[in-house]
Nanobody
Framework: QVQLVESGGGLVQAGDSLKLSCSAS????????MGWFRQAPGKEREFVAT???????YYTDSVKGRFTISRDNVKNTVDLQMNSLKPEDTAVYYCAADGTLLRLGTSAFEYTYWGQGTQVTVSS
């Protein structure tokens, strides 16, 4: 059974930093892209960042220069370092993976496996 478990969310002030981590179990995703998405109250789930198996990255415009996605293929983990957080970054953040995704994935439909989500709240 494949599981993705996120950790690291919390309540911070604007300008602070947080690091989210996602640990995968049940299979390895070392040959596949992985991603982070988020969903704010009353809004649809949106793409945040994705990373290929060999480290290429892509970000949504609103987080470029502030967020950094990274992965450890040995540990089967993917992280999201979030700096200079803004109130509009407040959302539940989800880790995503798919066993057939070879390229960078920016759509939720490209991912099969999802974590349970971790809440990030940024106060002004």
């Amino acid at each position: 059974q494949v599981q993705l478990v996120e950790s690291g969310g919390g309540l911070v002030q604007a300008g602070d930093s947080l690091k989210l981590s996602c640990s995968a179990s049940g299979r390895t995703f070392s040959s596949n892209a992985m991603g982070w998405f988020r969903q704010a109250p009353g809004k649809e789930r949106e793409f945040v960042a994705t990373i290929s198996w060999n480290g290429y990255t892509y970000y949504t415009d609103s987080v470029k220069g502030r967020f950094t996605i990274s992965r450890d293929n040995v540990k089967n983990t993917v992280d999201l370092q979030m700096n200079s957080l803004k109130p509009e970054d407040t959302a539940v953040y989800y880790c995503a993976a798919d066993g057939t995704l070879l390229r960078l994935g920016t759509s939720a439909f490209e991912y099969t496996y999802w974590g349970q989500g971790t809440q990030v709240t940024v106060s002004s």
